[in-house]
């Protein structure tokens, strides 16, 4: 038996944009077989200094050309705003480094397509994160899909019903459209929405409505209601939202003329189907893996198992010289549904895909 390659040598991660989300990947590189944090960069060189510090870094800048100079850092996690992905993830690539990108990989088709192709061209790894996929209950429902155990479905829907503070908009990016490229659909909803496009595929086309019910201070919409048809037949439902008192757990309802099963964060609240198999009862009994959580009530209430599993992945793609396990053209999906759920409710017509 070999040993692992990174065993000795271990993938040197770099950082490039240093809000809560980085904290995040920071402590799911600590927790890597086969990672380590080298260097970051920020804005504010005083940020970046005593992120550093924190996290063992060796190296901090407030320029990240001079991060993804350092030959000792393989892999580049962006944490920079939404659409503020676009010119460190093009350098990073330029650079010849393996890319882990926050979701959204970009805030438009066009620039994430772009990102997605350049990675291809330079033979490097792209992660998109979308942490959801790597829970267990997410895996099962996902399996029972494939195994057909649902028949034909009938509706499909997300439901993502959450709070946000004003203080949370105030002061930052997260009110701005320029930099978070739109609102509750693009910056909160979107791990439902490509979950809700794993399991049931793409939808054909959408109408939405979209509005700001109760943050009247920001520039994107704080609720979103939209239906969908689905080229297999189904139709469904999102619901989004970040002005609901207290915020309540992410749900998913697949529903098939054979069974229906819930996911609510990544606990399988309902799995019911007309033909039992013996898995059933345990999975029932285990109804999911808890660690894999939203932040329904706070944007800091999601915890790092996500986030771990997927850096793992990267960190093993890395050294087995295969495909990471979210295939960033999939990855796409889920932008292309926000855009053409802000292209409806800006219209207030059906946007087909």
């Known amino acids: 038996m070999t040993d692992h390659p990174l065993a000795v040598s271990p993938l040197g991660f770099g950082i490039i944009g240093l809000g809560m989300i980085a904290d995040y990947h920071a402590r799911a590189i600590a927790a890597a ?3 380590k944090l080298v260097a970051v960069a920020s804005r504010s060189l005083a940020k ?30 962006i944490t920079t705003p939404n659409a503020a992905h676009y010119e460190p993830a093009l350098a990073a690539i330029r650079a010849g480094k393996h890319l882990v990108l926050e979701k959204p990989i970009e805030v438009t088709v066009e620039r994430t397509d772009e990102i997605i192709a ?6 490097v790894k792209l992660a998109p994160i979308f ?20 028949g ?64 009247s201070g920001i520039e994107g919409e704080d609720t979103l209601a939209a239906t969908l048809h689905f080229a297999h037949g189904a139709f469904g439902t999102i619901e989004a939202s970040t002005a609901v008192f207290p915020g309540w757990s992410q749900c998913l309802d697949l529903c098939g003329e054979h069974g229906s099963v819930r996911l609510e964060d990544d606990r399988l609240v309902r799995w019911d189907f007309r033909e039992p ?25 999601i915890g790092i ?29 889920a932008i292309a549904i926000i855009g053409a759920l802000y292209a409806s409710a800006a219209r207030r017509i059906p946007v087909r895909l």
């Open 33 to 35: 077989r086969g990672g």
């Open 48 to 77: 970046a200094q005593a992120f550093a510090q924190k996290h063992g870094a060796a190296f901090a800048t407030d320029d990240f050309h001079q991060l993804l100079a350092r030959p000792d850092v393989d892999a580049v996690c």
């Open 118 to 123: 350049a990675a291809e061209q330079a033979g």
């Open 131 to 150: 942490q959801s996929r790597f829970g267990e209950g997410a895996r099962r429902l996902k399996a029972a899909l494939t195994a057909g155990r649902f």
């Open 152 to 215: 034909r479905l009938a509706l499909c829907s997300a439901y993502i019903k959450w709070q946000r503070t004003p203080q949370y908009y105030e002061g930052g990016w997260h009110g701005v459209a320029a930099l978070n490229g739109g609102g509750v659909a693009m910056n909160q909803a979107i791990h439902a929405i490509d979950l809700l496009q794993w399991f049931a595929g793409m939808p054909q086309e959408v109408f939405a409505l979209a509005g700001r019910c109760v943050h």
């Open 277 to 301: 198999r013996p898995e059933d009862t345990a999975i029932r009994a285990g109804a999911g893996d808890i660690t894999i959580r939203s932040g329904a009530g706070a944007p800091n209430a």
């Open 305 to 333: 198992e996500g986030h771990c599993r997927q850096i793992q992945d990267l960190i093993d793609a890395v050294a087995e010289n295969r495909p990471v396990a979210i295939p960033p053209r999939e990855a796409r999906n």
